[in-house]
């Protein structure tokens, strides 16, 4: 820890804090320096000092967030009273968060105590969102970047309400005119959609294309619309500085804006006017050059492949993905590629899920049939209901469906390179579940041997000794294995197959497929410890098939006895 007294020079404590954070990156010790010196580190590093340096905790907060969004949900995760999964004490994922979680509060009581630096008569400190009707006015005055720091960190938190708080402060206190290019972003993000992040989730089968709807309930009337606060972005920040050049981080959160208010066709003609391809997937125009600004990454492709699916388009966006692709040449094989991937195979469940009582309303509305039926049996009541042309529709979606699946799988594999490629345990689990379904229709065992297969040999590839030293472990100590990652899933997997042969009646073949497909020993340990406390209920229900054959057999030769009785 830094001695603040033996600290004679600024430019020595400029060293110990590049330190802390570029060398070190204790961010740790960072926090509790800049936490209880806080009045004489304003003294000596001055305000842009100070605002630099806490920029540094917001950030590894929202990497830290970010790795415990990402992160595979374990087998040994417990869910939450809403019955999303929560991590468990213990496990990396409840560290990732609660680190987290440490950075986001201690940056809020930063500034706090930068605004206020004095303990109240009752003993309490001041909080900036502890009485929002004072605003925050106090012996600091929070710049621009400021502002930055905590709306960055807000959004990422999902808290839209203080950023709508920050916005109306920084409205309030620096004006409009003071808008920097992030806070921009941030606020075309926020306000417009431009964060896909924050739309609501698509919940339903062929949902209503309708007005955009509102983000969250507060949405105030004097909030602009898009197209608005994009003319008052351009107005204020783009034309005084001359700026023609709008830069990726602008460009995607434009195209997910339009994505959000289903303006599609606009997208179109924002990525024919920046990126020269057509609506009919060539390039017309000379290209970005490599360098600019402008030139689309990872990033772009997930904001197009985002906005037409939440419009019910995603095989157009994914032409579109394939033609930036391979005219700029983009990587998505490489390590930084998982999220890409992750985009994908997100929306492919999206865009191709169904459920039959939905897909019914569809058939009838789209079939202009004059009935309205709430259920299959209603349907089929009615004389005129075509049940025929229905079970086609059903076979059509699930068509597309396994295509679909089956196409880009196929080019998630192509484009995994070992050594280069990072294993995404989110796109694995996305397609087990889908295998979990089909294998439950199909009755066919054969793609989850073969996802199995597949998974095998990524973990050859990546599996390490746990006493290697060529381990990768995070900034905390913490060992991060793709090969553990592989071994929940290839396990869900197998624990698949394994009741799937219970359940066709083939329990004398459950114990050879662990001993023949778990992946190590241990693996064939815990699957037969598993298996062993369910085999007896298999026996019992083949035993149980085994007498109802019997009982509907003596049935037939007992119906048979009595028609020759009768002749």
């Given at each position: 820890m830094v001695d603040l007294d033996s600290v004679s020079t600024t430019q020595k404590m400029r060293q110990e804090i590049h330190m802390l954070i570029h060398q070190d990156k204790n961010y740790d010790a960072l926090a509790k320096l800049l936490l209880d010196n806080h009045a004489k580190l304003v003294e000596i590093l001055g305000p842009e000092g100070i605002t630099k340096a806490v920029r540094y905790l917001v950030d590894h907060s929202v990497e830290m967030l970010q790795r415990y969004a990402s992160e595979s949900v374990k087998l040994d995760n417990v869910k939450g009273k809403d019955g999303r999964p929560r991590a468990k004490p213990g496990t990396l994922r409840f560290a990732q968060f609660h680190e987290a979680s440490y950075f986001a509060r201690t940056v809020r009581e930063i500034y706090s105590r930068l605004l206020q630096p004095d303990v109240g008569a009752s003993g309490a400190r001041y909080h900036i969102y502890g009485d929002k009707s004072k605003g925050l006015s106090g012996s600091f005055q929070l710049s621009p970047r400021d502002f930055e720091n905590l709306i960055i960190l807000e959004k990422r938190w999902n808290k839209r309400d203080l950023c709508d708080y920050l916005f109306t402060q920084f409205d309030r206190t620096l004006g409009a005119e003071a808008m920097t290019y992030p806070l921009w972003v941030a606020k075309l993000q926020l306000y417009c959609g431009g964060d896909s992040r924050m739309w609501p989730s698509q919940s339903e089968f062929y949902p209503a294309v309708a007005d955009a709807p509102i983000l969250w309930s507060f949405f105030k009337a004097e909030h602009k619309g898009f197209r608005h606060l994009l003319s008052d972005f351009i107005s204020r920040y783009v034309a005084p500085s001359n700026a023609k050049v709008l830069s990726n981080d602008i460009l995607t959160t434009l195209v997910a804006s339009m994505g959000y208010y289903h303006m599609t066709r606009d997208i179109c003609d924002l990525i024919k006017s920046t990126w020269g391809i057509d609506e009919?997937?060539?390039?017309?125009?000379?290209?970005?050059?490599?360098?600019?600004?402008?030139?689309?990454?990872?990033?772009?492709?997930?904001?197009?492949?985002?906005?037409?699916?939440?419009?019910?388009?995603?095989?157009?966006?994914?032409?579109?993905?394939?033609?930036?692709?391979?005219?700029?040449?983009?990587?998505?094989?490489?390590?930084?590629?998982?999220?890409?991937?992750?985009?994908?195979?997100?929306?492919?469940?999206?865009?191709?899920?169904?459920?039959?009582?939905?897909?019914?309303?569809?058939?009838?509305?789209?079939?202009?049939?004059?009935?309205?039926?709430?259920?299959?049996?209603?349907?089929?009541?009615?004389?005129?209901?075509?049940?025929?042309?229905?079970?086609?529709?059903?076979?059509?979606?699930?068509?597309?469906?396994?295509?679909?699946?089956?196409?880009?799988?196929?080019?998630?594999?192509?484009?995994?390179?070992?050594?280069?490629?990072?294993?995404?345990?989110?796109?694995?689990?996305?397609?087990?579940?889908?295998?979990?379904?089909?294998?439950?229709?199909?009755?066919?065992?054969?793609?989850?041997?073969?996802?199995?297969?597949?998974?095998?040999?990524?973990?050859?590839?990546?599996?390490?000794?746990?006493?290697?030293?060529?381990?990768?472990?995070?900034?905390?100590?913490?060992?991060?294995?793709?090969?553990?990652?592989?071994?929940?899933?290839?396990?869900?997997?197998?624990?698949?197959?394994?009741?799937?042969?219970?359940?066709?009646?083939?329990?004398?073949?459950?114990?050879?497929?662990?001993?023949?497909?778990?992946?190590?020993?241990?693996?064939?340990?815990?699957?037969?410890?598993?298996?062993?406390?369910?085999?007896?209920?298999?026996?019992?229900?083949?035993?149980?098939?085994?007498?109802?054959?019997?009982?509907?057999?003596?049935?037939?030769?007992?119906?048979?006895?009595?028609?020759?009785?009768?002749?």
């Open positions: 009919n997937f060539e390039l017309v125009a000379a290209p970005v050059k490599l360098g600019s600004p402008q030139y689309p990454t990872l990033k772009t492709l997930e904001a197009i492949v985002d906005a037409f699916s939440y419009n019910h388009e995603f095989f157009e966006g994914m032409k579109y993905i394939n033609a930036i692709r391979d005219h700029y040449n983009i990587d998505v094989s490489s390590r930084h590629a998982r999220s890409f991937w992750e985009t994908i195979f997100h929306w492919v469940h999206v865009s191709t899920r169904y459920k039959p009582d939905m897909a019914l309303q569809h058939y009838l509305k789209h079939t202009n049939s004059t009935q309205r039926h709430r259920t299959l049996a209603e349907a089929q009541a009615d004389a005129s209901f075509d049940y025929s042309g229905y079970l086609q529709y059903l076979g059509r979606l699930k068509k597309q469906r396994d295509d679909t699946y089956a196409h880009i799988w196929n080019m998630y594999t192509q484009n995994q390179v070992p050594g280069e490629s990072v294993f995404s345990a989110a796109v694995a689990k996305n397609y087990y579940y889908y295998l979990v379904t089909k294998l439950k229709v199909d009755n066919d065992p054969t793609p989850m041997y073969e996802f199995l297969r597949y998974l095998r040999q990524v973990y050859a590839k990546v599996h390490q000794s746990k006493h290697s030293y060529n381990l990768r472990a995070d900034t905390k100590g913490k060992v991060r294995s793709p090969a553990r990652a592989i071994d929940q899933v290839y396990s869900m997997a197998l624990i698949q197959l394994v009741e799937h042969k219970a359940l066709t009646l083939k329990v004398n073949e459950c114990e050879p497929v662990i001993n023949k497909w778990s992946l190590n020993k241990a693996m064939q340990q815990r699957l037969m410890n598993w298996y062993r406390t369910r085999k007896s209920a298999h026996w019992d229900r083949v035993e149980r098939e085994r007498m109802k054959h019997i009982a509907e057999l003596r049935t037939e030769k007992g119906e048979d006895d009595g028609f020759l009785d009768l002749l």
